[in-house]
């Protein structure tokens, strides 16, 4: 993956086909998922707990390995690579998670500068020294999510939202052609919730790319998503827009009806 | 209300109830039993009061002169034991720390080797150690630097590698996700979460060793033990006193020190 072809607009069409995962033989979570994402807009996948929806998005970036079936991006098989291979793909993939997951004694600036791992040697990471156009651009996106003053503060002195932030930011670090997010809003309040889905699909857009996320929050999924995907027991049950998400679609989503009222 | 009254509710099953009665049952006839091999012989026991108390008037007042002739500069070598001793153990017990800990290398005839050696090192008293590095380089206090290294490995290997364990998966999936290399994850990911543990762990290891190579010295391995054997050997019992004496000062103040420094580092 050279930076000539970064440079030319690549094709980013993320495109699922028959993926199954088994963590247990006999046992599949993710029972035959075909998906195709447009190359760049917010895909929000909905759904109960336990139906596969972290697994689906940990697979693309081979976080889980799938059991079987293709998942094709940037003229890659992510499901096929191994070892190295699959190392340098990750780096084209960020990925934004529930917890956070800062390394909480190190400050708000590494934590951002750790996005540029898979591409700074590991003894420039160890003299952190990183490339000047990385800090450079560490300052540039946390000025972006609203945390410029906070570049030297610890992970650990951060609220909730404010880590967040960090974490979108951690991701773009990549330079990323897709951005995944496993329920980046459900450790928050609200405000918050809408305030990070903001900066996720603003940010994205601006870099031209598309966001995957699984989330809790229909209201929100409905907000900001072009499309929404819903699963249940490992399938896909509904795919549309978001007008077209009707208490029927939900029923048979999350099973029940008490609760639609 | 009856229905809820009929449910019971027990912390154990009997199952558990007997097991922790076997174990109870154990520790009574361990300690029965140890006291019984012991063979206390009731005279000595009946004397005792009395010989101490003749020692101690014997050791008092500790002879102050024998510090500077001989205690500073065995005292010195002592220091030098225990630190180079130490930072010598660091070295080993990080790599085989890291090959102990299951989430970093999923493999465990990796881990077992590793536990295997850090067991090995534990399983050793420092002051047999001492014995097989006279044995190896001679009297001195290489000797005993090396057998305060050689016990030190496997308290500090197994404690690194605890904490390793315990670290949190989240930071290490996030780095994974960006395409991090394992040495970038150890270094950014592992690294911050067991620093205050590894320093920790690092400055109590010196602690303890301060004063195991006080006492090295019984055996010829260098350090304050030298100047105590020689003092014990002549029954000088005020000059042994005054080996005591400098050697509690010392764990004293390395005590301190190791707090302060603790406090600072986490």
Not at chain 1, 141 to 149: I, N, S
């Amino acid at each position: 993956m050279t930076e000539a072809t970064n440079a030319a607009t690549p094709d980013r069409t993320l495109a699922v086909r028959g993926l199954v995962k088994e963590y247990v033989r006999g046992k599949p979570v993710l029972r035959g998922i075909d998906i195709a994402f447009a190359p760049r807009g917010m895909t929000a996948i909905i759904g109960p707990s336990g139906t596969g929806k972290s697994t689906l998005i940990r697979c693309i970036n081979g976080l889980v390995r799938p059991t079987s079936g293709e998942i094709h991006f940037m003229g890659l098989d992510l499901a096929k690579l191994r070892g190295r291979d699959l190392r340098l793909a990750r780096r084209r993939v960020g990925m934004v998670f529930q917890e956070y997951n800062l390394v909480e004694r190190l400050t708000v600036m590494e934590n951002a500068l750790s996005g540029r791992l898979g591409y700074v040697p590991v003894w420039r990471a160890f003299l952190r020294k990183y490339p000047a156009e990385d800090v450079a651009r560490a300052f540039e996106l946390l000025d972006a999510v609203g945390l410029g003053d906070f570049a030297h503060r610890r992970a650990d002195a951060l609220s909730g939202g404010q880590r967040q932030r960090v974490g979108i930011a951690r991701a773009l670090m990549q330079n990323p052609d897709l951005l995944l997010a496993d329920e980046p809003t459900s450790s928050l309040d609200p405000k918050t919730s809408v305030e990070i889905m903001e900066l996720m699909d603003g940010l994205a857009a601006k870099a031209g790319i598309p966001v995957v996320v699984n989330i809790h929050n229909v209201e929100l999924a409905k907000r900001f998503a072009v499309r929404v995907i819903g699963m249940t027991g490992g399938r896909v049950v509904f795919d549309g827009k978001p007008d077209a998400l009707e208490p029927k679609h939900l029923s048979e989503i999350y099973g029940g009806e008490s609760w639609l009222t | 209300m009856s229905a809820a009254l009929d449910r019971e509710w027990t912390r154990f099953t009997p199952a558990e109830r007997m097991a922790r009665f076997a174990v109870y049952l154990a520790c009574v006839v361990a300690i029965v039993w140890s006291i019984r091999t012991i063979e206390i012989i009731p005279e000595f026991l009946y004397d005792a009061p009395e010989q101490m108390a003749d020692l101690l008037t014997r050791m008092w007042p500790p002879d102050v002169e024998y510090y500077p002739t001989d205690i500073h500069s065995a005292l010195v070598e002592t220091l030098h034991i225990a630190t180079l001793g130490t930072i010598l153990t660091l070295v080993a017990a990080v790599p085989l720390g890291v090959l102990a800990a299951r989430n970093i290398v999923p493999w465990w005839p990796v881990n077992s080797a590793a536990q295997l050696l850090l067991v090995a090192s534990r399983s050793v008293n420092s002051l047999v150690w001492a014995l097989l590095f006279v044995a190896v380089f001679g009297p001195g206090a290489l000797a005993g630097t090396m057998a305060i290294a050689a016990r030190s490995i496997g308290f500090v290997g197994k404690l690194l590698a605890e904490a390793l364990e315990e670290t949190h998966n989240g930071p290490i999936e996030a780095l994974r996700a960006a395409g991090a290399p394992w040495g970038a994850i150890l270094l950014k990911g592992y690294w911050p979460q067991v620093q205050p543990a590894f320093w920790g762990i690092a400055l109590f290891r010196w602690d303890i060793n301060v004063r195991e190579s006080a006492i090295l010295g019984l055996v010829g391995a260098g350090g304050i033990g030298v100047a105590l054997d020689d003092a014990i050997n002549y029954f000088y019992w005020d000059r042994v006193a005054m080996v005591l004496v400098t050697v509690f000062a010392v764990v004293v103040i390395a005590e301190i020190l190791v707090t302060q420094i603790r406090k600072r580092i986490i």
